[in-house]
């Protein structure tokens, strides 16, 4: 689309869950046209399986489901092959990534054990940071999973300081 459009680059891309995953490999493909990631709470690939360590043994089949099956998962998308493209990318060493991490487990399913799986995620998030040297973390307190909806300032404050290169 950005090609189509005749949009100059390098571009910042934001990237949300899954978008995160997409804005990961659309750098690693075209390093020279992307300067700067704003991860806003990206999907970490393979977190259903990291999952299991704190899910009921009546939540395991649903969540098996959910990552092996393209019909089953919001997505529809085949979650491990797009998770082993986006473990084998390499992205510029020096990009300038900024990881959002929610703060609120969210949820309201009582079955599902929120807290331990926000824990998990936070883990998965913090861990992009060896995605380059030039990156950092930042925790939105006052979100849940869709901290540009609960905190679009935060969203916003650290795309413009990578338009200014701060």
């Known amino acids: 689309m ?8 390098p571009y910042i891309l ?6 995160g995953l997409i804005a990961r490999l659309y750098a ?12 806003i709470d990206a999907a970490a690939e393979y977190k259903e399986l990291a999952y299991e360590e704190v899910l009921p043994d009546k939540l395991l089949a649903q969540n098996k489901e959910n990552y092996s099956n393209p019909l089953m998962n919001r997505e529809r998308i085949d979650k491990p092959l797009s998770y082993k493209q986006a473990a084998e990318s390499i992205l510029k060493s020096d ?10 487990p969210g949820g309201d399913n009582g079955e599902w054990p929120y807290e331990e799986i926000m824990k998990i995620d936070q883990k998965m998030q913090e861990n992009f940071q060896r995605l380059s040297t030039s990156s950092k973390c930042r925790m939105a307190a006052d979100s849940d999973h869709y901290i540009h909806q609960d905190e679009p300032n935060i969203v916003i404050e650290e795309i413009a300081a990578l338009i200014k290169g701060e």
């Open 28 to 39: 690693s493909r075209y390093p020279h046209h992307v300067s700067g990631l704003v991860l």
């Open 14 to 19: 934001a990237g949300h869950s899954f978008g």
């Open 95 to 104: 990009l300038d990534i900024v990881i959002l991490i929610r703060g609120l």
């Open 2 to 9: 950005l090609i189509t459009l005749d949009v100059p680059h």
